[in-house]
């Protein structure tokens, strides 16, 4: 990691306000890394990380185009947890590689990395400093359901696959309770910003 740009590694779970907190952060002018949407083109643009996912769960991981097959893949590693570190162990060094270059090349002081999985990783080990975006589970669930058209069944089954918030918010530097509106998620963002500096 270049001694230039401190890495901030950003994460929080399914509805807690984490893309907002983001975007904000890039409106300030703060370089992010999107490690989840990066991960997404790699599985499609990287040959040899093609062939290794097709030879774990075969030809149908993807479709008749040539791109990956993100829903199949799910339902195929949802209840293996087996598969899913097999998985992870195909595609996160690549991401991890990618990251590298990305960093390389940052001018500016503090950057973020946007992760959904930094703890369950330990990716957060590799960071300067942690950041959790939160937010009470009541919260997240009905924010999700307006977003997604999910029901509340499907969102608690995927909380619980999830790391614990209270695990993750004893492991990070920093914790932004965002149960209320923007302008206190942003208020809060600039605090932390101010420490940072």
Known sequence: ?????????????????????????????????????????????????????????????????????????????????EKRQALNSIIHPAVKEDFEKWTAAQQKKIAFKETALLFELNLDKE????????????????????RDEKTESEIKKIIEKQMPESEKQKRADFVVFNNGNEEDLKADLENILEKLN
């Open 127 to 146: 960071c300067y400093k942690s950041l959790l975006i939160t937010a009470d589970e009541n919260i997240r669930i009905k924010r999700v359901m307006q």
């Open 1 to 81: 990691m270049s001694q230039k740009t401190k890495i901030i590694g950003l994460t929080g779970g399914i509805g807690s306000g984490k893309t907002t907190a983001v975007k904000f952060l890039e409106k300030l002018g703060f370089p992010v890394y999107y490690s989840d949407i990066r991960a997404k083109e790699i599985v499609n643009d990287d040959k040899t990380l093609k062939k290794n996912i097709i030879e774990l769960l075969g030809s149908k991981a993807y479709d008749a185009e040539g791109n990956y097959n993100r829903k199949w893949v799910a339902e195929q590693i949802f209840n293996n947890d």
